[in-house]
């Protein structure tokens, strides 16, 4: 089966970057889409960035401008840059995919198992 697998996340001051990971492995044909998803603390599970099959993105407001969202599809994997970090930006993160799978081809979501951030000075 598909499995995702995240790194990246951990401790960081105000105004700094971290650089999120998650790589996909198992059988796959493609991965039509990818998101990265956060739930912080007294907060809902909110989209954070997504990208889908054709390259086009989309931010939650608070991120546009300080976080990037790209993909390696050759290394079947999506990376969230965090710049400019702030407090209200500490959660944890999962990734999500919307994986095509082989031998039957069909599409399935699966998530990662999440990493925490954490902003702080």
């Known amino acids: 089966q598909v499995q995702l697998v995240e790194s990246g996340g951990g401790l960081v001051q105000p105004g700094g970057s971290l650089r999120l990971s998650c790589a996909a492995s198992?059988?796959?044909?493609?991965?039509?889409?990818w998101a990265w998803y956060r739930q912080g603390p007294g907060k809902q599970h909110d989209l954070v960035a997504l990208i889908m099959a054709g390259g086009r993105t989309k931010y939650v407001d608070s991120a546009k401008g300080r976080f990037t969202i790209s993909r390696d599809n050759g290394k079947n994997t999506v990376y969230l840059q965090m710049n400019s970090l702030r407090p209200e930006d500490t959660a944890v993160y999962y990734c999500?995919?919307?994986?095509?799978?082989?031998?039957?081809?069909?599409?399935?979501?699966?998530w990662g198992q999440g990493t925490q951030v954490t902003v702080s000075s």
């Open positions: 999500n995919a919307r994986v095509v799978t082989i031998p039957v081809a069909n599409e399935y979501e699966y």
């Open positions: 198992g059988s796959i044909f493609s991965i039509n889409a």
